[in-house]
């Protein structure tokens, strides 16, 4: 079955003496999970290094389970919880790497959580779109699509067989001032994302978008002056293989437990653009994940490129405020059944 370990360090915090720590692991259910030192004696302020080992032994792929470690001071009161929540996959691969220049080539790996076929195609590159328009500020500063003309702008997309779509309004996209959102409609008419960070650097990433009229809409929630000047930019990959991304070697069958290296290079892109493409990794049932490729041959391209790979809102969401999870154990786990 699938395996895989992670390293977490943990910090003594007691102001008093030396205090020795024991786990105590509850398992998530059909997992197997195991830390490595089990026991660790720690003064006031020193930091330790734990493995944690966690191995499928009966649980399904794509569902998650929840178990936890505890670490408990021997003769005290005191106790540090740490949630583990582990989620079967059928394959682990970047989701994003990055390249330059207008030819050039990377590698990236693969583990695999199933035995049987595997294919990797290549889709792209695709250069960046780029929209320049003006919006307005939006005077009671809440976005609704009503507010076209008057604090919003709308772009429209047409897609049909997109395996991705991605959209951005980087910091040097507008000016420094400036907070300008974003929001997407699909061909539906149901809002399905926003990036709505503080200050202007937006992104929004679809996966498998349905064929159709997207719009995309650009919201003035601060526009000094009363407007603000922008460029959006937009790229859509194809489903269907092809393009100016070749994989040169890959593994052609998974073995459960498993790992590959996919070896890929471009060639013949424009100076000075940002592009991005994609790796479909699929088996006998079809498309199981996407790995996207980031290639920019410029500096201008790579400043767009950069801001956008540190973006806060690379799925849809949002916004200004974050929540953070530091003591939670996320993994998103290799295996199956």
Do not use: C
């Amino acid at each position: 079955p699938g395996k895989i370990s992670v390293f977490r360090t943990v910090t003594n915090v007691q102001p008093y003496g030396a205090t020795v720590y024991r786990a105590d692991i509850h398992a998530p259910e059909g997992y197997e999970v195991n830390v490595e030192p089990k026991r660790m004696r720690l003064r006031p302020g020193e930091s330790a290094t734990f493995e944690l080992t966690i191995v499928n032994k009966t649980a399904p792929v794509d569902e998650w389970r929840f178990g936890s470690i505890t670490w408990e001071a021997q003769g005290d009161n005191y106790e540090v919880y740490s949630p583990i929540a582990v989620r079967g996959a059928l394959l682990a691969t970047p989701d994003a790497i990055s390249g330059t220049g207008t030819e050039g080539s990377a590698s990236f790996d693969v583990q695999f959580g199933y035995t049987g076929s595997y294919t990797a195609a290549p889709h792209g590159l695709e250069p960046a779109v780029v929209i320049n328009d003006n919006v307005r500020q939006d005077p009671d500063q809440d976005f609704d699509p009503s507010d076209l003309g008057n604090g919003a702008n709308v772009h429209e997309f047409s897609l049909s067989g997109a395996a991705f779509f991605r959209i951005a309004i980087p910091p040097e996209a507008t000016e420094a001032e400036a907070d300008l959102d974003v929001f997407v409609y699909d061909p539906t008419g149901t809002q399905v994302a926003s990036s709505t960070n503080g200050g202007t650097d937006e992104l929004i990433d679809i996966v498998l978008p349905a064929d159709g009229v997207w719009q995309v809409y650009v919201h003035g929630w601060q526009a000094p002056g009363g407007d603000s000047d922008y460029s959006l930019f937009s790229w859509i990959v194809s489903a269907t293989p092809g393009g100016s991304l070749n994989v040169d070697a890959a593994p052609t069958t998974a073995t459960l437990g498993g790992s590959g290296t996919v070896e890929i290079s471009w060639s013949g892109l424009a100076p000075d653009v940002a592009y991005l493409g994609a790796v479909s990794h699929s088996n006998e049932s079809g498309l199981i994940g996407l790995t996207l490729v980031e290639v920019n041959t410029g500096e201008s391209a790579a400043a767009v490129t950069n801001d956008i790979s540190t973006g806060l809102a690379t799925d849809g969401s949002s916004a200004k405020d974050e929540e953070e999870m530091d003591n939670h154990i996320f993994i998103p786990f290799v295996g199956g059944e």
